[in-house]
């Protein structure tokens, strides 16, 4: 028994157990401690599990932060009049019929969470374990010297760069290289299975987090390569990935078709109109905007590209902050970065050049290295789609991050020609640079190196909960004094109204009866038909007055209203609570 166990540890691990082994077993430690910690909460992940809550509850897969507060052309002008909650296809339904599956048979919501983030970090691990056991298995050599850093990396990497247990980013972590790996396997053995499943695996992953969607671009780049120049087996094979996909992205798309607005939008934030509702993120897919104004969209891009040093692993992008009053330097910075990524290919391709065609096509890493270049295109696609900064927003990074350590490692441990020691030579510096990071100056020098660990393993909410507490079975924000205040003051004033600002870490465990506030020209038309109380909730430690949620400018109608005054306030948590009696046909 044991020797099978052996064999299929020897084969699964691509005939390196010990890279296998140690990043599996730092894996296991990593998910081990979350397993521990509370559940930390962040906005995107709190909407969706109100979704959840609020499904099982009956009351549909729905959100009371939709109308949002920033477009609220469909809040009633009456506030004596509640709004009517949206259905959610701002983020796919995946996640939220995750959660409410667990929920509804009567699993708590931090258990819940626990066993869906817990289960992913393993297999996801589990999936990088393989590919970089095939990367990671020879040892860096200078001169005649040999330096094992591979295992240093195997170990590093589930500590440091294990997505965070909230939001959707850890599944497309967790699913990516399944994706990579069948899509791989089909070269050799049994090809229309394995895309069959990869193209399931794929659909789930839409289900789940749109921007999984480039998946579909490097399964076409993938696939070409490994069936070129048998055209027809690509486009079969193809097919057949896209073809399974569409067990679960046609009822996504069927679903937003019917619980969404259907009402495209020239822009994200700016200037909605009364047609807009505002509910789902497929709305906003136009391109006319950005095509109207082609040479500033390219600029734009250009400045943001720097966001693509992500992939590095290492804390470039706050350096390249720093020097946003040089715009020349930030533009060439991001070609730069742009350029890199586009040639990661290229490079590899090169790695074997004195191998066939054939064996260039069975080496993972060129397949690999068509996994950042996809995403890439897909957020310059999106930035031209709308005026959001897709392309320089950091988290879409995390997914494709493993690939490019990969990938610079085998290219640092290559034996080049004079032609390419400079190649090799970069990237050497490169991984001696990752390791330094990473085993010297984050537990030793980074500022607030005391929690620096804690902090990458367990989360950020140690640095600012006063009352943090570990081991812990919670679900946790940064607003849990001020919420169990709020709830006293509304079983005390039932009739009353209560609007937050940070509104949606109040509501992600299903919890009914508060409001948004929204941006201050809503607040040009509200008013109140009859006379009630109204509690306010403000959050942001800037904002003298009352605010709108995500900004620190106070609203001028709400902070001069008659008689307000401050019932609540939070020193630790920074935040008050005030109320106000507003009279019939009061006109803000």
Not at 54 to 77: D, E, H
Not at 479 to 504: C, G, H, I, M, W
Request: charge should be positive; glycine fraction near 4%; hydrophobic fraction near 50%.
């Amino acid at each position: 028994m044991m020797k099978k166990l052996k064999l299929l540890i020897y084969s699964v691990s691509q005939g390196n157990p010990k890279v296998f082994g140690v990043i599996l077993i730092s894996a296991f430690f990593v998910t081990l401690a979350r397993i521990l910690a509370p559940i930390e909460m962040n906005w995107d992940e709190a909407v969706q599990l109100e979704a959840a809550h609020r499904l099982v509850k009956g009351l549909g897969l729905t959100s009371t932060f939709f109308p949002p507060p920033y477009a609220p052309v469909q809040i009633p002008s009456n506030l004596n009049i509640s709004p009517i909650p949206q259905y959610l296809t701002w983020w796919p339904p995946g996640f939220s019929l995750l959660v409410a599956s667990l929920l509804f048979i009567g699993i708590p919501l931090a258990t819940s969470l626990k066993i869906i983030y817990g289960i992913s970090t393993i297999l996801g691990w589990f999936a990088w374990g393989i590919i970089g056991s095939y990367c990671f298995s020879k040892p860096i050599k200078i001169g005649s010297k040999i330096f094992i850093a591979q295992f240093f990396i195997a170990a590093i990497m589930p500590i440091f760069y294990t997505p965070a247990w909230n939001g959707t980013d850890l599944f497309l972590w967790a699913g990516l290289p399944f994706v990579v790996l069948l899509l791989f396997k089909s070269a050799n053995q049994k090809p229309l299975f394995y895309v069959a499943v990869a193209g399931f695996i794929f659909g789930v992953l839409v289900f789940i987090r749109y921007s999984s969607l480039f998946i579909a671009i490097a399964a076409f780049f993938i696939l070409l390569l490994l069936n070129y120049p048998r055209l027809l087996a690509f486009l079969k094979t193809y097919s057949i990935f896209l073809g399974s996909s569409l067990l679960f992205i046609l009822p996504l798309a069927i679903y937003n078709k019917l619980a969404g607005s259907n009402k495209p939008t020239i822009s994200l934030y700016n200037n909605p109109t009364d047609l807009s509702t505002i509910p789902g993120l497929p709305e906003f897919v136009n391109f006319k905007g950005s095509f109207a104004g082609l040479s500033s969209t390219i600029i734009n891009i250009l400045k943001s590209a720097p966001t693509i040093s992500q992939l590095s692993g290492l804390p470039i992008q706050p350096l390249i902050n720093s020097w946003q009053s040089h715009r020349a330097i930030i533009l060439i910075f991001g070609s730069f970065c742009l350029i890199l990524v586009f040639l990661l290919p290229w490079l590899v391709f090169r790695k074997n050049q004195q191998t066939s065609l054939a064996e260039r096509q069975r080496d993972i890493s060129l397949s690999l290295s068509l996994v950042p270049v996809s995403l890439v295109i897909l957020l310059l696609a999106s930035n031209f789609a709308q005026d959001y900064d897709f392309i320089g927003t950091a988290r879409y990074y995390i997914p494709v991050f493993l690939p490019t350590i990969f990938i610079a490692y085998e290219l640092a441990t290559k034996q080049p020609k004079n032609a390419d020691r400079l190649i090799k030579t970069g990237f050497l510096i490169f991984i001696s640079i990752f390791l330094a990071y990473n085993l010297i100056y984050r537990p030793f020098f980074m500022p607030g190196k005391r929690f620096q660990l804690a902090k990458t393993v367990l989360g950020s909410y140690l640095m600012y909960r006063y009352d943090y507490q570990y081991p812990s079975h919670k679900v946790i924000t940064l607003y849990d004094d001020t919420s169990t205040a709020l709830r006293k003051l509304q079983a005390e004033n039932p009739e009353a109204l209560f609007f937050v600002q940070d509104y949606v870490f109040y509501v992600y465990d299903g919890h009914e009866g508060l409001r948004t506030i929204p941006v201050s020209d809503f607040w040009k038309r509200a008013y109140v038909e009859k006379a009630v109380k109204i509690f306010w909730v403000v959050s942001h430690p800037k904002c003298p007055g009352i605010c709108p949620a995500l900004s620190p400018q106070p609203i001028k109608q709400l902070s001069s209203q008659p008689h307000l005054k401050t019932v609540y306030k939070s020193a630790q948590e920074k935040t008050k609570i005030l109320v106000s009696d507003l009279p019939n046909d009061y006109k803000f």
